[in-house]
């Protein structure tokens, strides 16, 4: 149960998350696969996908897995496979090859969510320091993502995004954890601009966020247990490249790291009975606003794979990656009052497809498939807009106006006494003068 004052009402910081003073608008851009049947007999070299867009208006998100999704080939795969699974756990009593599975009632990867089926939260309401204002103490019961490894598993120095430090300066690093996406980001100051006439400064991710092959991110490399190559296009090591891991010198080459992958002593994304997948991607190890594991491979990445290797995505018509239209997270902070003035949030579920031998997979080539894309835009309410305006522009336009001001009448008044001083100096002379003759 949340905190209450003593005359029952909840606290502010409650009150605020619980009804949250901004619209957010979800954009959904289905990829439908056009040459399924080319696709799936391994006939043509790369798969054709066709964007189309179906808007789901503030937070209504109400996805079932199948129903609507299911004139679409690719996406029907997809949802087929997650009922085919929903129904074979219940049939082995909720394990799959003795590993317990999450008891959720309605199969699919965002089954009724609608941004109130979150775990608990426990956030600080402010009273330690106005800096610690929504960030994070504990989430479902837990004080790290243990679904990610190192400093990706950090949650207790988020928030949620919407509440930051007052006073921000563009040395300043925003850290955002998204329940929705299953784990938190780092945002860098990108830009000084403005909302609606309100300051802003505007934060970014890089692309290190989606590179689970970097030294920040490699907590959140995809395990990879079934030991398949997914890009087998990547890397592209040079010609001259032989994997001879026999070579003296190999035992101090670190095989696990990008760099290194088309050293001879490394077999490019391979290593041992695993493959690493390429930069762009991260795994989705939860159910959105879950913390039941997903039992399959997902891997998040920008619209279009914005940030993977052109080799990666160039295998799948359809993606066009853009740096303008496809940037995976902004935020626009007003610095005075260090609450979001707008945001924008773009990323794309892949699923995991591998050739088997004992599936109607078996003639699919390995691949990362686009399922879908989101696009979520926060747009705060025009009253909040008029709070924010007054506390972000106008008060400290006042409160500037006022120092300047009041530095101006100290100006004038030292001005005044220095000329005064100076007038008697300059008389002094002439009655000494006086005074002699």
């Known amino acids: 149960m949340p ?3 003593d005359d029952g009402s909840l606290p502010l910081v409650t009150q605020h998350w619980a009804d949250y003073p901004a619209d957010i608008m979800y954009n959904f851009y289905l990829w439908n696969l056009t040459n399924p049947y080319e696709a799936v007999a391994y006939i043509a070299a790369h798969t054709d996908l066709h964007p189309l867009l179906l808007m789901l ?11 609507w999704l299911a004139h679409f080939p690719l996406v029907s795969r997809s949802a087929n496979l997650i009922a085919n699974l929903h129904n074979l756990v219940k049939l082995m009593g909720g394990t799959l090859f003795g590993i317990k599975l999450p008891d959720y009632p309605h199969p699919g990867l965002m089954p009724l969510y609608n941004n109130t089926y979150d775990p608990e939260y426990r956030v600080h309401t402010g009273k330690t320091g106005m ?9 479902g019961g837990k004080t790290q993502q243990d679904w990610f490894l190192g400093d990706s598993a950090e949650i207790t120095n988020c928030n949620d995004g919407g509440f930051n430090k007052q006073f921000l300066t563009p040395e300043d690093k925003l850290n955002v954890f998204r329940a929705y996406l299953g784990r938190s980001f780092e945002m860098s100051f990108h830009e000084a601009s403005s909302h609606n006439s309100v300051p802003t400064y505007v934060f970014r991710i890089d692309r290190n966020e989606y590179n689970s092959n970097s030294p920040r991110r490699i907590g959140m490399r995809y395990e990879n247990v079934e030991g398949v190559d997914y890009a087998p296009t ?3 090591c040079p010609s001259e490249h032989v994997y001879s891991p026999d070579e003296d010198g190999c035992a101090q080459i670190e095989c696990t790291k990008e760099i290194n992958f088309c050293d001879n002593c490394c077999n490019g994304s391979h290593y041992g009975p695993t493959v690493f997948t390429p930069p762009g991607f991260y795994p989705l190890k939860v159910f959105p606003g879950r913390l039941g594991r997903i039992p399959f491979g997902v891997l998040m990445s920008p619209p279009h794979m914005l940030w993977a290797p052109e080799q990666v995505s160039s295998q799948y018509v359809g993606q066009y990656p853009d740096e303008v239209k496809h940037q995976p997270v902004e935020w626009s902070v007003n610095p ?21 031998d004992m599936t109607q997979s078996t003639e699919l080539p390995n691949s990362m498939a686009p399922i879908f894309w989101l696009h979520i835009e926060v747009l705060i309410h025009d009253e909040v807009m008029f709070i924010y305006k007054l506390g972000g522009l106008y008060v400290p336009f006042f409160l500037d106006f006022a120092l300047y001001f ?10 005044v006494v220095a000329l005064d001083k100076l007038t008697r100096l300059e008389k002094l002379p002439s009655d000494s003068e006086d ?3």
């Open 406 to 415: 009041h530095l101006l009448v100290i100006f004038i008044s030292l001005s």
């Open 435 to 437: 005074l002699h003759n």
């Open 336 to 356: 005075t009052m260090g609450t979001v003035v707008h945001a924008h949030l773009r990323t794309q579920m892949n699923i995991l497809f591998a050739r088997r």
């Open 234 to 236: 990547w890397p592209v």
């Open 131 to 139: 800096d610690d204002y929504t960030k994070i103490i504990t989430y």
């Open 3 to 5: 905190n209450q004052n």
């Open 57 to 67: 208006l503030d937070q209504s998100m109400l996805m079932n897995g199948r129903s």
